[in-house]
């Protein structure tokens, strides 16, 4: 059995063109990260394309003593099984790309032993806080498998996703030593990226032969350490933190409370960056969210795909009814999942869901069917739903294949702490709760200044005296700060969906997030001094509100 490494590269990355040709320790990315992929003896192939674009890059490499082969640009796939003609089905081609400096001899060593071990004929790097170690080793007969049966552009255009459908697709989480850093960003897929490489990688007495573990130590003095994520729920399915960007005002103008409107593309690119620096783990999207997954694929594409992941919903089924046929309704999810993941640049994300629980059981069943076969085919980690009554949430927690929620919470809104609703809730600890409307469309945030609706029986000049007088007896910074630790301080939140129109509003819910939540003795003083929402103010689907 023989082993080829093989390095994928272009110059024309959509993230950073001509990134595999910037110098890093005096010599070009792509050759720096063959070389440091061969220095224990494995041989090494930079695979780019027969684009005229290419040909500095092919002569760069070729100048540095590796041997390149050229091949289809479009076709990543196709260029692979070409570059290991010569080989036997039995043999192993480790796959990595032009600016990825970091895996060296014994790590890719480390990787293909797990490999053999294991038995298997896959196995890829999963370091979940550390990006830019990415690598995977295929068995040349399993490629050509792939090369053959597949008939998807996407898994032409990424090499490896079909065969992770097909395999058992073994992870590998490399050991990392005492006082090795735990969160560190390598990659090169921005400018400051490459700023932090360059940096690190000039710290190296020898870049070449350096081990790996050295170079995650200089990245992280370099700057390239990341924040400790925020305090609050993790260890769930999708490692969903206590906090997700909601991303309907990026697509349209969202909110009762909005006096911005709409962020234009290039705002929506800094509150997507932002949020994502400070500790937001998701985005939550939606088919019906007008330009939203087009802004946030536009992101994913420019290097926040491995900072962020990504929660979209099924476009509502309206036209669907309970007696449509199980092939209609696969085709109406599919299609909605397939122009989901195209808008957004991706090939999965964490969860989709559906956008109204209704829509659940139409046409037989066969839209959870179909939701769940999307889960089964590697498009997304969890299904679920957006729901917004108890009701809903009951009949959704009696499905074992559910396994994400999201729901309207917020401190006028009880029906949730319901005893029948939590103990449901108790009963299926692995369901991902994620809470929206913490603000009630701002009003909660602003009291005095937001556009209450006029057709309540509740008295809102009540709420916004006994709101700020709350803040202060409890201490809290604003009502804002109020309203999203009285949400906080329920055990059943994994996390909570917090929209934004600019950077400064991402900056200061970060701020918010940092706060301590509610004690239950607090919470208990909430509910005392403010009585429940009427069931037309807690649903913004029915309010009326006086322009």
């Known amino acids: 059995m023989s082993v080829r490494v093989i390095i ?11 990134k595999a040709m910037l110098t890093l320790a005096g010599m070009p990315a792509v050759v720096l990260a063959a070389r440091r992929a061969g220095n224990a003896g494995l041989p090494v192939v930079v695979a780019t394309s027969d684009q005229s674009d290419d040909d500095v890059l092919a002569q760069a490499v070729e100048a540095a003593g590796i041997t390149v082969f050229r091949g289809s640009l479009h076709d990543p796939l196709g260029r692979f099984v070409a570059a290991t003609a010569d080989m036997d089905d039995d043999d192993l081609v480790v796959r990595l790309t032009g600016d990825n400096a970091v895996p060296d001899g014994e ?4 990787l293909i032993d797990t490999m053999n071990t294991a038995g298997e004929d896959y196995i890829r790097v999963t370091m979940a806080d550390i990006y830019g170690v990415g690598a995977e080793v295929i068995r040349v007969g399993l490629l ?15 090499v490896t996703p079909w065969i992770r459908r097909h395999t058992n697709d073994l992870d590998f989480v490399p050991r990392l030593s005492a006082g090795d850093p735990l969160r560190v960003r390598c990659t090169i897929d921005t400018l400051q990226d490459y700023v932090v490489a360059a940096t690190a990688l000039g710290a ?55 006096r911005v409107g709409q962020p234009d593309a290039l705002g929506a690119s800094r509150i997507l960056a932002v949020a994502a620096a400070s500790g937001a783990t998701h985005v939550d999207t939606a088919r019906a969210y007008g330009e939203s997954e087009a802004r946030i694929g536009n992101s994913l594409a420019h290097g926040l795909s491995e900072r962020i992941g990504v929660v979209t919903k099924v476009r509502p089924l309206d036209d669907l009814t309970p007696d ?35 829509d659940w059981n139409k046409a037989g069943g066969a839209v959870a069917d179909a939701l769940d076969q999307t889960r089964a085919e590697g498009l997304c980690t969890v299904i679920g739903a957006s729901l917004a009554t108890p009701e809903e949430l009951l009949e959704a927690l009696a499905d074992p294949r559910l396994g994400y929620v999201q729901l309207p919470f917020n401190l006028l809104d009880r029906r949730w702490t319901a005893p029948q609703v939590q103990q449901a809730l108790a009963a299926r600890p692995d369901v991902i709760v994620t809470v929206r409307s913490v603000f009630l469309q701002g009003l909660l945030a602003v009291p005095e200044a937001g556009r209450w609706p006029a057709n309540v029986s509740d008295d809102i000049e009540l709420l916004r005296d006994r709101l700020p007088a709350l803040v202060q007896q409890l201490g809290r910074a604003s009502a804002a700060d109020l309203a999203l630790a009285y949400v906080r301080g329920h055990d059943f939140v994994t996390s909570v969906v917090l929209g934004a129109e600019s950077t400064d509003q991402v900056r200061d819910q970060a701020m918010l997030l940092a706060r301590a939540p509610l004690t239950a003795k607090e919470i208990a003083i909430v509910d005392e001094a403010i009585p429940a929402g009427s069931p037309t103010l807690v649903d913004p689907s029915t309010w009326k509100v006086e322009w």
């Open 144 to 158: 050509r498998q792939a090369a053959a049966e597949t008939t998807s552009s996407f898994d032409r255009e990424h």
């Open 324 to 358: 449509d046929s199980p092939a209609a309704a696969r085709d109406a999810v599919n299609a909605s999942v397939q122009e989901s993941l195209r808008l957004l640049r991706s090939g999965s994300v964490a969860a989709i869901l559906l956008h109204r629980w209704a």
């Open 204 to 258: 190296v007495p020898d870049a070449v032969a350096a081990p790996w573990r050295d170079l995650l130590r200089a990245w992280a003095d370099a700057g390239g350490a990341l924040p400790e994520p925020l305090a609050g729920a993790r260890g769930n399915a999708i490692e969903q933190g206590p906090w997700v960007l909601g991303a309907v005002q990026l697509g349209v103008v969202y909110g009762a409370a909005n």
């Open 8 to 18: 994928q590269s272009r110059l024309s990355s959509t993230r950073l063109p001509g």
């Open 107 to 110: 790590f890719l060593g480390e």
